[in-house]
């Protein structure tokens, strides 16, 4: 049972090299995907593993063994490994609880502010223009939509690279980007090997919203050169905003501009292998963990009398 438990709580540490390489292997939108799904399903067997940890050293302890009405001690490989294991386990778990709170309370606030500096300005369409000398452009999550640009920026771009700048957020808008990125934040606050996966999200993201807007204006190598100069534009000083608000100076932008003016290549027919073995990790993450689960259960009915043993 314990070895079950483990290796959703290893697993992770093999998904950073895998995500690293994926976005150079597939298309960003199949690469977004194939990342935000294996995160969260990592995430989500950690959890399981860890509460499944905790929920067997407690029952250890007499008086929650009363309230969970056994009549027969609780039968687990030993106690000297498990005790400790399930205190570590519930550590990791308020940790990431704790971490996970703070991390909600600074983006809903991030937020709420950027929805009100926005709703201050009047909007033309989608395109909400604030006057600020600092550098920025950024797709608001919400209903409605907004794209929010600074006066600054406006400035450092020609009427080209600003429509160009403007298509790259909008296909953030258009392709949910934020709820990809808020499912990382989240995963990464449940096991700390899968935050390199969530600069790996992140990444795709950009490189979807890039393609993106290479495509509605026709030119690949005008947007990279508005990506470009908005990047150069901007300091990291003047995008304190909430991580779920993309934008288009997000992520290595170097790497980005070189994937927009590299010939195009063709869409791969197959599933890269990169991709189908870190799904593979993932289920199987979720499987263990739930048989992990399952076991414990059963050995619960067992020391309650439920079931005989």
Known sequence: MIALLLVPLLLPWAAPALARRLPARCSPVVALWTLTVSAVLLAGGSVAALGTLTLTGLLKIPVFATLGELVHPLRTPSERLMLPLAALASGFLALAALTLGLSLVRQAAGLRTARAQAGRRPAAGDLCVIDSPRPDAYALPGRPHRIVVTTAMLRS?????????????????????????????????????????????????????????????????????????????????????????????????????????????????????????????????????????????????????????
């Not at 296909?171 to 899968?194: M, T």
């Not at 290549?265 to 990169?274: D, E, I």
């Open 157 to 309: 771009l020609d009427a080209s690279e600003r429509e160009a700048l403007f298509a790259h957020e909008r296909a953030h808008n258009a392709g949910g980007h934020h709820y990809f990125l808020a499912a990382a934040e989240l995963s990464a606050h449940c096991h700390p090997a899968l935050r390199p996966v969530r600069e790996a999200i992140r990444l795709a993201a950009e490189r979807a919203a890039d393609e993106a807007a290479a495509g509605a204006v026709g030119d690949r190598r005008l947007t990279a050169r508005a990506i470009a100069r908005a990047a150069l534009a901007t300091t990291a000083r003047d995008t304190a905003r909430p991580v779920v608000t993309p934008g288009a100076t997000t992520g290595p932008v170097p790497q980005r501009v070189a994937a927009l003016v590299a010939p195009a290549r063709p869409a791969p027919r197959a599933v890269p292998g990169l991709a189908a073995l870190l799904t593979a990790c993932a289920v199987l993450s979720c499987a263990t963990a739930a048989t992990g689960a399952f076991r414990v259960h059963e050995d619960i009915e067992i020391a309650q009398g439920e079931t005989g043993g």
